[in-house]
């Protein structure tokens, strides 16, 4: 069975940088098409980035375009990374890795086949 185990999340004042990281094991032997999504205090969970199996087409949410910036690790291609700078208090949120059956420019929670147990990232001002 599929298993995703996110990390990287931490305490960071506003501006800074953050890096996550995001393994897969336990899945079929083949590249998963894998996604960021966060949850937000209070609000419901929002797509950040998307990345397609190739590595060579990605997506981002609105409100990070620019700011963040999804990767895949060239010798472990279901290791997936999500770089985020100039971070702003609003990015406060639990982070959250997901694989998405087919890529799109902005994949719903319904599109997700598989989810972390999440990462907590928070921003002081």
């Known amino acids: 069975q599929m298993q995703l185990v996110e990390s990287g999340g931490a305490l960071v004042q506003a501006g800074e940088s953050l890096r996550l990281s995001c393994a897969a094991s336990g899945g079929l032997p083949v590249t998963y098409t894998m996604a960021w999504f966060r949850q937000p205090p209070g609000k419901e969970r929002e797509f950040v980035a998307v990345i397609s199996r190739s590595g060579s087409l990605t997506y981002y949410g609105d409100s990070v375009k620019d700011r963040f910036d999804i990767s895949r690790d060239s010798a472990d291609k279901n290791t997936i990374f999500l770089q985020m700078n100039s971070l702003k208090p609003e990015d406060t949120a639990v982070y959250y890795c997901?694989?998405?059956?087919?890529?799109?420019?902005?994949?719903?929670?319904?599109?997700?086949?598989?989810w972390g147990q999440g990462t907590q990232v928070t921003v002081s001002s």
């Open positions: 997901a694989t998405i059956e087919r890529l799109s420019s902005s994949p719903s929670v319904g599109d997700v086949l598989t």
